[in-house]
């Protein structure tokens, strides 16, 4: 059944667009309200194509806002001593507003050590452990990325979430349980799926909000989603198809006609997530600068 014309189409790169033009006014008016600019440092341990293609993205989207972007690429046989002097003297940096490590690192890299060795408040992934339990306990945090553009979206396609069932397929540090954390205090009843879960389509069908991040090609099926549900696609899956190499998501678009909207991939979590990085570091240099008062553009 494809019926996919039906649903509305959650269009994340023009939303993405919006906010990124939104922070470009944020920037220009911290500029000349402090005559300083915010910056953003990325660090890359070896030479991984997709994590140089990330990073490359979001150095250019760092200029293009009229940030400073401070890009380390390292040798894939750093030390962790060295990795951890290089983030003593990213921490320590006046123009360095905002850190973020690539994920993964090479296997001989301890990753929660380096994470929690960045400065919480310049953890613009929001991976530090006192970020994670700050958004535990509805503390201020710096909130990931990626499950803070879905909740933007989210907002912006329903409103008011209180009360919704929520349903998050997926459970990692990165996306699932951050992604779970924020619809709770969004006063949504939320169930987490995760691969030793019983009967996932089951819990699906329970879905008002179902947000999918199991990194499984077109795992959600039609039959999953419960009619007028708005689905969230965060899955990147490169497959082949026809002879083609081409990236689906974990949801099987072309049978979600019945959602009242789900965004596409490509073209709807991934352009937020960049997005929600920038604003992340503009966060991080207002609360570095306390006398700084612009209008937030993101609110949680
Ligand atoms: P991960 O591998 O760390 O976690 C996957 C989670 O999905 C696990 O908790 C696992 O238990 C669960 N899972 C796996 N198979 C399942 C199944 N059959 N049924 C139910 N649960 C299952 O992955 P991640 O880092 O959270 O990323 C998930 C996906 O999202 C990947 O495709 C990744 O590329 C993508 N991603 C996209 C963005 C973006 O910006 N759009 C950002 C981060 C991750």
């Known amino acids: 059944m494809n019926t996919a014309l039906l649903a509305e189409r959650i269009d994340g790169k023009g939303f993405a667009a919006t906010l990124v033009n939104q922070l470009t006014d944020e920037v220009n008016d911290i500029k000349a309200a402090t005559g300083l600019t915010p910056g953003l440092a990325v660090v890359l341990v070896g030479e991984d194509p997709a994590s140089s293609v990330y990073v490359s993205a979001k150095h250019r ?172 696609d965060v899955g990147i899956n490169r497959i082949e198809r026809d002879g083609r190499s081409r990236i689906v998501g974990d949801v099987a678009f072309d049978e979600a006609g019945h959602a009242a909207a789900i965004t596409p991939v490509p073209g709807g979590v991934g352009p937020m997530t960049i997005a929600c990085l920038l604003a992340n570091t503009v966060t991080a240099f207002k609360r570095q600068h306390h006398h700084v008062t612009t209008k937030a553009v993101v609110a949680v």
Do not use: Y
């Not at 490590?101 to 400065?119: E, F, G, K, R």
């Not at 907002?155 to 998050?168: C, H, S, T």
């Open 61 to 232: 989207q760092t200029l293009a806002i009229g940030m400073q972007s401070f890009v380390h690429r390292l040798p894939a046989d750093t030390a962790q001593a060295d990795l951890m002097t290089l983030l003593d003297a990213l921490n320590a940096a006046n123009e360095v507003n905002g850190i973020l490590v690539q994920l993964p690192l090479p296997a001989h890299l301890d990753t929660h050590a380096v994470i929690n060795a960045i400065d919480p408040d310049k953890d613009v992934d929001g991976f530090h452990i006192l970020n994670a339990g700050r958004l535990a306990t509805g503390q201020d945090a710096l909130v990931p990325c990626t499950p803070l553009g879905c909740l933007m979206m989210l907002k912006d396609r329903l409103g008011n979430l209180e009360g919704l069932n929520a349903v998050v397929v997926g459970k990692s540090n990165i996306v699932g349980k951050p992604m779970a954390q924020l619809l709770m205090a969004e006063n949504c009843t939320v169930s987490v799926a995760h691969s030793k879960s019983r009967d996932v389509p089951a819990l699906c069908r329970s879905a008002d909000i179902l947000v999918v991040a199991a990194g499984c090609p077109e795992l959600v099926k039609g039959d999953w989603i419960k009619p007028g549900a708005v689905v969230i």
